[in-house]
């Protein structure tokens, strides 16, 4: 059911995409462009923001205009992150102890999504993962 297909970036998947950088492989590209819904966190505008503040990340303009402009250009869908992925994120194993990691996975493990990421700690949950 290729066309009911949802995928979930993670915050550096975001980058990457917004960027056109080329670090996603083109079978994570092939899968965006035929998703039925492609999705990311409200964590990843924290964590962007975060890494401008600290001086880890730089965007051509502010992050709070960065964030809104990329999901619209991208036609990004934010899956809000309610209380039950809170706690999801909170059940899940322990292999991976950034809290925002663990809230992009409960995220995208509540909309039934394959996840876009290049972290391999993720790779030790049960959820399809594309890099």
């Not at 036609?75 to 059940?91: F, G, T």
């Not at 925002?100 to 949950?125: G, H, M």
């Amino acid at each position: 059911m290729m066309s009911e297909l949802i995928v979930f970036l993670d915050t550096c998947a975001l980058l990457y995409l917004a960027a056109d950088s080329g670090r996603l492989s083109s079978h994570a590209r092939e899968l965006i462009d035929r998703a039925y819904s492609v999705c990311i966190s409200p964590i990843s505008a924290w964590e962007i923001s975060l890494k401008c503040l600290r001086n880890h990340l730089r965007l051509p303009i502010p992050a709070e205009e960065w964030f809104p402009k990329a999901v619209q250009q991208h036609h990004l869908d934010i899956v809000p992150l309610s209380p039950e992925v809170l706690m999801k994120a909170n059940r899940l194993p322990w292999h991976h102890r950034d809290p925002a990691d663990r809230f992009i996975l409960a995220s995208a493990l509540s909309v039934n999504a394959l996840l876009v990421t290049t972290d391999e700690v993720l790779k030790d949950y049960d959820i399809e993962i594309v890099n």
